[in-house]
């Protein structure tokens, strides 16, 4: 074999297993334990980008985060599966999994000690007081889709104010009027289909109690378990 053609078979390997990493899929590090016992802390699994898109994935190599990918949907993703996403940590894109309790439209009640799904009918205890997000929003709430408008006011906002600021609109409040970009509004139309996610080691999870909805565009794939 010539030096030229070894040249092409180890420069053609190594592009195809970029494309690999970059659009099939790729090994991540659980950082913590809230997936226990399912996945435990710092075990690898492998992220399917195939499972529920096709296309450019939430996050680019040497680009990082990719605001709106160019993908399409094979199968959106449902309650109970589990999904890897972005989310912005101390100014970084980390990544986190956790598992689907409510998508699109479903409803999710709550009070001081239970949340309740409609769609899958599971109950969750938890302590309100404990969770950042949930202390702010009454019950019941529906989880966003795209092209849903939300009906704004200084106490709704509080609901929704995560998911529309991650779209690109800047929120501010003042003497109770909400100002999108500036400009005061009473309505916004949603970008992004929005999920309401749980760890399965219920007490020791950081999530959708905390934060609130994940955008769809934030998906990287599903681990292979």
């Known amino acids: 074999m010539s030096l030229r053609q070894s040249i ?22 659980v ?10 802390k710092g075990e690898k699994v492998i992220v399917n980008k195939f ?11 040497f ?18 599966d589990i999904i890897v996403f972005l989310r912005n940590e101390q100014h970084s894109d980390a990544l986190y999994v956790k598992r689907i ?38 019950s019941p709430l529906i989880v966003p889709a795209k092209g849903d408008t939300l ?12 998911a529309i600021e991650h779209e690109g609109t800047k929120v501010t409040i003042m003497n ?15 970008r992004n289909n929005y999920y309401f996610v749980i760890g399965d080691n219920h007490t020791q999870s950081s999530d959708s109690r905390f934060y609130g909805f994940v955008p769809e565009n934030t998906i990287y794939g599903n681990p292979l378990l």
Request: overall charge positive; hydrophobic content about 40%; proline content about 6%.
């Open 176 to 190: 109770n009027i909400v100002y999108f970009n500036g400009k005061p509004q009473n309505h916004y139309i949603v």
């Open 63 to 80: 680009f990082g985060r990719i605001t709106n990918p160019l993908r399409l949907t094979i199968s959106s993703p449902r309650v109970n």
């Open 101 to 138: 309790y409510a998508v699109p439209h479903d409803t999710l009640y709550h009070n001081d000690t239970t949340l309740w799904f409609q769609s899958s009918k599971n109950f969750i205890s938890y302590t309100k007081t404990r969770h950042y997000w949930m202390n702010k929003i009454q």
């Open 31 to 40: 950082p913590t334990d809230s997936m226990s016992p399912t996945i435990q």
């Open 8 to 29: 092409y078979i180890g420069t053609s390997a190594l592009i195809i297993v970029i494309l690999i990493r970059i659009f099939a899929i790729e090994v991540f590090v």
């Open 51 to 61: 499972r529920f898109f096709i296309g450019f994935p939430a996050r680019f190599p």
């Open 151 to 162: 009906r704004i006011n200084s106490s709704t906002i509080e609901w929704y104010k995560n």
